[in-house]
């Protein structure tokens, strides 16, 4: 009789787990779990800002009737937004310096009276990545190459082995530039 109830209280249990409408979205330590990471990584790659992924993931959790226990803030999305960030330069270190004949290049856009330049580099099959978007005020073509200059450092420092000048080979692995021939553009492409 007594195995009978435990098996009953499991089974019980169970069910009262599968009825639950709550979705556990953090682990025994009160750590997020990576299926969480993973949804709000996919929402930033569809441009969906720091504050805006929580009411999203409630959003589509309520078409099935569920309720995140708990959600990241803005500041936690930030910080996991870094550490991608982090990582994606640690990834640039170990694959970038073996590309040949890679394409550089880099546009600016404007938004709300700020500039941002975008820095890229594409390998002769035409996959592009991201080194960087950056702020640029003043936007003169010292001040573009100041930023080309600042990100490679920052992809430098990434890097396990910094006697390997990464920075260096991704950069004479460039063996041209695409712009849209603005005159700070110009003036950035005399510079090297």
């Not at 409408?21 to 025994?28: A, G, V």
């Not at 708990?70 to 996991?80: N, Y």
């Not at 960087?132 to 005020?137: E, F, H, R």
């Not at 396990?160 to 712009?179: G, R």
Request: aromatic share 6%; hydrophobic share 35%; with cysteine.
């Amino acid at each position: 009789m007594c195995v009978e109830n435990n098996e009953i209280l499991t089974e019980n249990e169970w069910l009262r787990k599968m009825v639950n409408d709550r979705l556990e979205t953090q682990d025994e330590n009160g750590h997020f779990t990576d299926d969480v990471k993973e949804c709000v990584f996919e929402l930033m790659k569809h441009n969906v800002s720091y504050s805006n992924s929580p009411p999203v993931i409630n959003a589509v959790l309520r078409l099935g009737k569920l309720q995140a226990k708990e959600l990241p803030s803005k500041t936690t999305i930030h910080r996991w937004n870094l550490q991608r960030l982090l990582m994606a330069q640690k990834k640039l270190c170990e694959e970038l310096p073996a590309q040949r004949n890679m394409g550089f290049l880099s546009n600016e856009t404007s938004k709300y009276g700020q500039k941002d330049e975008g820095f890229h580099v594409s390998d002769p099959s035409g996959h592009i990545c991201v080194l960087g978007v950056y702020d640029i005020m003043p936007k003169a073509g010292c001040d573009v190459s100041q930023t080309f200059k600042s990100i490679l450092e920052d992809i430098e420092n990434r890097a396990e082995d910094t006697k390997d000048e990464y920075a260096k080979k991704i950069l004479l692995n460039i063996s041209c530039s695409i712009s849209d021939h603005a005159s700070t553009h110009i003036k950035f492409n005399m510079s090297f």
